[in-house]
């Protein structure tokens, strides 16, 4: 029932560099913690975890991650917090997302017929850089699915498949692919939407380049994509092809925001962000793929080559019994 505190867990990895956000933060934990059992496994620097601390003492449970070794720092603090956890049902969730309890209760309760819950997030409030971002969600939404920065999943199935590979940048895929691996069952809800506060300009200008190159993860997105420029130059030539694959450009975005009853949280204007998305990707993944080259792309701390690993590859180290388990502990 919505009045009773749902019987899960709720984790959120963090590293924060600056605490600008902290009382913002702190309302919405104090709101979370009424409605289920929380866990915040924080990676930030001694000065910040003694802030966070004190903030959130008497509201949540605040856990340092130790051992959390090199790679992404996220994925260590999704170890960390799922082994802690108190509960078969886990939430896991980035610092920016923020759920209402309808949403929370909706991925809870999905849970049981599945091992791993995919919401849609969407971005509130949104200023003009969120909009742009919002163009590619309508796109995944309409061509496949997005994904998000929030999921639900079982403990007993995380700690069978021995959590998932910290060295890879596409975190999100990679769990997934995983759960699948051992044959876990990926529930995809693209009408379930959780909110989420945008990054500032600055860092959504910082991410082009690494979301980009998450498409080394998908081949055949990455040929899709690195066929935008050269297709965009041609059509550019003429009007009429320019003004066609503009307009299937918003059909294909407006069949996105759509899809699971979207449009009440995706507004009118949202398809027509899809265009300049689609030319800065066109763009950046060329950039990408030079950067491969270079051994990767950079992500907080570390230098991160690999994507994701293939669905073949992860169904193989089941096979060949490979189930090694991966670093990341908290300490209360």
């Not at 867990?9 to 309302?27: C, F, H, K, N, Q």
């Not at 850089?129 to 999921?151: F, I, V």
């Not at 759960?179 to 995809?188: F, K, Q, S």
């Not at 990455?222 to 050269?230: D, F, G, R, T």
Request: with cysteine; aromatic share 8%.
């Amino acid at each position: 029932m919505m009045g009773d505190r749902e019987a899960a867990e709720y984790v959120i990895p963090l590293r924060w560099r600056a605490d600008g956000e902290l009382a913002e933060m702190t309302s919405y934990l104090r709101q979370l913690a009424t409605w289920i059992d929380v866990t915040v496994v924080d990676g930030s620097d001694e000065e910040r975890f003694s802030a966070h601390a004190d903030a959130w003492r008497g509201i949540v449970r605040h856990l340092p991650v130790t051992g959390s070794g090199a790679g992404n720092g996220k994925v260590h603090g999704v170890l960390a917090g799922v082994a802690a956890a108190r509960h078969e049902r886990v939430i896991l969730a980035d610092d920016d997302v923020r759920y209402d309890r309808p949403a929370l209760t909706a991925v809870i309760r999905a849970l049981g017929a599945a091992d791993l819950v995919k919401p849609q997030n969407y971005f509130t409030p949104a200023p003009w850089h969120a909009r742009w971002d919002t163009g590619r969600s309508l796109l995944n939404r309409a061509l496949g699915e997005d994904y998000p920065g929030t999921y639900g999943l079982r403990r007993s199935t995380f700690t069978a498949m021995g959590g998932y590979d910290p060295e890879v940048l596409f975190e999100n895929l990679e769990l997934e692919r995983t759960v699948r691996a051992h044959g876990g069952r990926v529930a995809h809800r693209p009408g379930i939407y959780v909110a989420r506060r945008p990054p500032s300009a600055r860092h959504f200008r910082s991410q082009r380049v690494r979301q980009a190159y998450d498409s080394w993860a998908q081949p055949a997105r990455l040929l899709a994509e690195a066929a935008i420029l050269p297709v965009v130059l041609w059509c550019l030539r003429k009007r009429a092809r320019a003004i066609a694959l503009l307009g299937a450009l918003l059909l294909v975005a407006e069949r996105g925001r759509r899809r699971s009853n979207g449009r009440r949280v995706f507004p009118r204007s949202a398809p027509w962000w899809a265009p300049l998305w689609m030319i800065e990707r066109g763009v950046t993944i060329w950039i990408a793929l030079a950067l491969r080259l270079r051994g990767g792309v950079r992500y907080g701390d570390a230098r991160l080559s690999r994507a994701a690993h293939s669905q073949a590859q992860l169904r193989r180290r089941v096979e060949t019994g490979d189930r090694s388990r991966y670093a990341g502990s908290a300490r209360p």
